[in-house]
Each structure stands twice: as C-alpha cells, then as structure tokens.
C-alpha cells in the first residue's frame, strides 16, 4: 500500500506499507492529516522517515513522537537533534520489518537524503516528476550528481516526490522542449489536477524520459538549466 497523504499547499506525506499492518511515514509536514489517516486505517506505524530539515518535512514530527514515543525516528544530521531517533547517512537500515536503502542526495540542502524501500525511491525535495528541487544550502554540483546517482536505480522504481509540482514542472519542460512524448504525458497530468488527484507516484523510467533535468551531460548544463527554472 502506498498512500499520498496531502498536506500545507502542496505537499504529500508518504505512508508505506509492504503488508497493510506495518508502515513507514515519510516527511510528515503536519500532523493533523496524519493523525486523521491512521485513525481510519488499520496501520501499526513502524518508523517515521525524514529526507532533510526543511519544516514542511518536519512540521509533524515532534507532536507525533508525543503520540508514538516507541516509534523510531530516521534523519539526516541536519535535522534537530530533539526530533530525531537515529541520526543516519548514506548505507544499509533497518526496522523490524523494513530495509532502508539510504541515499545522500545533497543539493537542495546539504544534508539532504532519500530512502529506497521495496522499489519505492522517496526523494523529498531532490526529483520530482519533470524537475529537481531549488539547491537551497547544498550547491549545483552536489545536486547534479545526486540526479546522476538516482538515474541509476532501476526504470521500474517507483518515485515518491514530496510536492505536487508536476504542472508547473511541465509548463517549464514544454517551454524547452516539444515532442510527442511530453504533449501526451500533459494531457494525463492535466487531466489529473482537473480532478484533483495527484500527479505521484511516477517511475524513474518517465522520468528519465521526460525530465529535462536528468538529461543534463555536466554540472554547467545543468546549473543554466535549473537557474532557467527558477526564473521561470
């Protein structure tokens, strides 16, 4: 089960669950979503995830540590120290019931990190569907080669961003590119926000496809590129 929980303007906070029991909470933004979620379902939460300090990615986790005390915490060490459990970097994790596959995805802030679990790439602020985050306090450099280290999971890997950002990720695409391709992923993804539904999970395969920013050959491409969005 894999669950886009809406939050603030346009966020989602991921719920993960491999068996419908167990399940992982990632950047829980607020709580009330949260809390309003797991009374309806029939989840034991395992472990609460966090790729970096922004607080639209932490604003919920010190009342929900208040309500699960036992629940474990993950978090890059740029995330205050009185939020978190484990303190952890790129490498191998576990919970009772999961494996984290930990990646250092620096550039949007220093810090940043994404979790790989089962084939799902939740990813924060770093990809998003046909963009990449603002680099923040990281630099372009390290934000390039986080893209780069994504691009080499599988096609197949589900990518959780944590934004609905898709429309005007495609706006600024269709402004630099026209293919057949992206005219008909823009029909879907429009198609999609007329009703409301999210635009995520994608798959790093689209994304591959489609995302101009996982196309760029170097640092100095993708640094015009991504300043180009910002000005967008």
């Not at 990615?57 to 205050?80: F, I």
């Not at 679990?117 to 390039?144: E, K, P």
Request: hydrophobic share 40%; proline share 5%.
């Amino acid at each position: 089960m894999l669950i886009a929980i809406p939050a603030l303007n346009d966020n989602y906070i991921w719920c993960y669950s491999r068996d419908n029991v167990h399940a992982l909470l990632i950047d829980p933004a607020e709580v009330a979503p949260v809390e309003a979620f797991l009374a309806k379902s029939s989840l034991t939460l395992e472990a609460i995830l966090i790729t970096h300090n922004h607080a639209d990615h932490t604003g919920g986790v010190a009342q929900l540590r208040k309500a699960y005390p036992h629940v474990p915490v993950y978090a890059p060490a740029e995330v205050d120290s009185h939020l978190v459990t484990h303190k952890v970097e790129e490498g191998i994790y576990h919970t009772a019931h999961y494996s984290l596959n930990i990646l250092a995805t620096e550039g949007h802030t220093a810090g940043h990190i994404s979790y790989v679990v089962d084939n799902h790439l939740f990813c924060g602020d770093t990809l998003f569907s046909l963009g990449c985050g603002r680099v923040f306090t990281g630099d372009y450099a390290q934000m390039f080669t986080s893209l780069e280290k994504l691009k080499q999971l599988p096609d197949e890997t589900i990518v959780c961003p944590a934004h609905e950002y898709t429309l005007s990720n495609l706006r600024f695409a269709q402004s630099i590119e026209h293919s057949a391709e992206l005219a008909t992923y823009a029909t879907k993804i429009e198609a999609l926000r007329q009703q409301q539904q999210p635009t995520v999970p994608t798959t790093l395969g689209v994304e591959k496809a489609l995302n101009p920013f996982l196309r760029c050959q170097n640092v100095a491409q993708f640094t015009a590129l991504r300043q180009a969005k910002d000005r967008f």
